[in-house]
């Protein structure tokens, strides 16, 4: 079914990285939930009505809570979809993940009103009425919201977007909300006298925050600038050290405008005997081939390595065996021997793991010993990582 919904309304539907097609795939998605919470809304408060079941009038509710999300992120695909201005010259991309934020915040609103209303109710119970016809009707808002988080679920895959991705995890929550509604008016029918149906929205409604909280916690990472995918960091090591001519790469950095919108920069080693036009070419190359591969705008930027010199590999390893003794998380890179003065410096790049105990001037202090032994000054700048892998 949703194969079919994608081949009947989204014209050029694998191309995902362009804002049109994300466009599509938002107002599938956001159309057929409007549709489907709505039919379910006005079921769910019929039955509630009649039987008197507050967590069936809550989970009515907040399938009408539901809509509210698929307008938001009906207006968060369209804000993105639009072109980079003076504004914005990155694009307005982030804007799905500021209608996922805002999806978070309706579920949260949702969960605290549910929340509220089940405790009234445990205080003041009251008698829940019960007919198989509304256990039925039920059962089939079950099976509706399976298929609602199996499809938001699918086009989140297939598009990467978290908002999606929320849409499927609240589907998820009604699932299991109307389960528990079922459960608690089946349990109504015995002779224990316990106000199940306030018990059952008070369940319902700390399952449902727990959700709004992850979703949350999961976008807010997003627009706070988490690391970028360890996959795409893995594959554009590898292509731009598919080029012979270089040797290394460092000091990574992507940057996320939103889904499709990715640029980034790094170091790339070379042999400092090639010439300048040969070097660029070599990171030219590689430029267009991530380009061309993984959407992502890189930046090269060419280091020297003179990988002839057998004294400065030497110092090189013995700087290593060093940082390895402090901690096996420590890693160089960028090591050049040169003049300075009188003195003949080693200057590198440390990089110092997050999960490191040590501190960048504890560190120094260890190198500054190793460094006097040796006879050189040293010239070390400390940084982290910024891709959540360990460089190599």
């Given at each position: 079914?949703?194969?079919?919904l994608?081949?009947?309304?989204?014209?050029?539907?694998?191309?995902?990285?362009?804002?049109?097609?994300?466009?599509r795939?938002?107002?599938?998605?956001?159309?057929?939930g409007?549709?489907?919470?709505?039919?379910?809304?006005?079921?769910?408060?019929?039955?509630?009505?009649?039987?008197?079941?507050?967590?069936?009038?809550?989970?009515?509710?907040?399938?009408?809570?539901?809509?509210?999300?698929?307008?938001?992120?009906?207006?968060?695909?369209?804000?993105?979809?639009?072109?980079?201005?003076?504004?914005?010259?990155?694009?307005?991309?982030?804007?799905?993940?500021?209608?996922?934020l805002?999806?978070?915040?309706?579920?949260?609103?949702?969960?605290?009103?549910?929340?509220?209303?089940?405790?009234?109710?445990?205080?003041?119970?009251?008698?829940?009425?019960?007919?198989w016809?509304?256990?039925?009707?039920?059962?089939?808002?079950?099976?509706?919201?399976?298929?609602?988080?199996?499809?938001?679920?699918?086009?989140?895959?297939r598009?990467?977007?978290?908002?999606?991705?929320?849409?499927?995890?609240?589907?998820?929550?009604?699932v299991?909300s109307?389960?528990?509604?079922?459960?608690?008016?089946?349990?109504?029918?015995?002779?224990?006298?316990?106000?199940?149906?306030?018990?059952?929205?008070?369940?319902?409604?700390?399952?449902?925050?727990?959700?709004?909280?992850?979703?949350?916690?999961?976008?807010?990472?997003?627009?706070?600038?988490?690391?970028?995918?360890?996959?795409?960091?893995?594959?554009?090591?590898?292509?731009?050290?598919?080029?012979?001519?270089?040797?290394?790469?460092?000091?990574?950095?992507?940057?996320?405008?939103?889904?499709?919108?990715?640029?980034?920069?790094?170091?790339?080693?070379?042999?400092?005997?090639?010439t300048?036009?040969?070097?660029?070419?070599?990171?030219?190359?590689?430029?267009?081939?991530?380009?061309?591969?993984?959407?992502?705008?890189?930046?090269?930027?060419?280091?020297?390595?003179d990988?002839?010199?057998?004294?400065?590999?030497r110092?090189?390893?013995?700087?290593?065996?060093?940082?390895?003794?402090?901690?096996?998380?420590?890693?160089?890179?960028?090591?050049?021997?040169?003049?300075?003065?009188?003195?003949?410096?080693?200057?590198?790049?440390?990089l110092?793991?997050?999960?490191?105990?040590?501190?960048?001037?504890?560190?120094?202090?260890?190198?500054?010993?190793?460094?006097?032994?040796?006879?050189?000054?040293?010239s070390?700048?400390?940084?982290?990582?910024?891709?959540?892998?360990?460089?190599?």
């Open positions: 079914m949703t194969e079919w994608i081949r009947r309304f989204i014209k050029n539907a694998d191309a995902v990285s362009y804002p049109a097609v994300r466009r795939y938002g107002t599938l998605s956001s159309m057929t409007i549709v489907l919470n709505i039919l379910l809304f006005l079921l769910k408060v019929l039955i509630g009505i009649l039987s008197r079941s507050i967590s069936i009038l809550s989970d009515a509710f907040n399938n009408l809570s539901d809509c509210l999300s698929c307008l938001i992120t009906l207006f968060g695909y369209r804000i993105a979809a639009k072109p980079a201005d003076r504004e914005h010259p990155f694009g307005h991309g982030r804007s799905e993940y500021i209608a996922g805002l999806i978070a915040v309706v579920i949260f609103l949702a969960g605290f009103e549910l929340l509220f209303t089940s405790i009234q109710r445990l205080i003041h119970p009251s008698e829940v009425n019960f007919s016809t509304m256990a039925l009707i039920l059962g089939l808002s079950i099976g509706v919201k399976l298929w609602m988080s199996v499809f938001y679920g699918k086009l989140g895959e598009i990467d977007s978290s908002t999606l991705k929320a849409s499927s995890q609240d589907s998820r929550n009604d299991l109307t389960g528990i509604s079922l459960a608690a008016m089946l349990l109504s029918m015995t002779s224990v006298s316990f106000p199940f149906d306030g018990a059952a929205g008070v369940v319902i409604s700390l399952f449902i925050l727990k959700s709004g909280w992850d979703i949350a916690n999961e976008i807010i990472s997003q627009l706070l600038g988490k690391p970028a995918d360890r996959e795409l960091t893995d594959h554009i090591r590898e292509q731009i050290l598919s080029h012979e001519e270089i040797l290394g790469v460092h000091d990574m950095i992507i940057h996320d405008y939103g889904p499709g919108v990715q640029i980034g920069s790094a170091h790339a080693e070379v042999d400092s005997a090639m300048l036009v040969a070097a660029h070419d070599a990171l030219d190359a590689a430029e267009e081939e991530i380009l061309k591969l993984y959407n992502v705008t890189m930046t090269l930027h060419a280091d020297p390595v990988v002839r010199d057998e004294r400065a590999k110092y090189k390893e013995t700087f290593e065996e060093v940082l390895k003794g402090i901690d096996e998380g420590l890693t160089l890179h960028d090591f050049r021997l040169r003049v300075k003065g009188d003195c003949e410096e080693a200057a590198f790049d440390v110092i793991p997050y999960d490191c105990a040590l501190s960048a001037n504890e560190i120094d202090i260890q190198l500054k010993e190793a460094c006097e032994v040796l006879g050189n000054c040293l070390v700048t400390y940084d982290h990582d910024y891709t959540g892998e360990a460089q190599e």
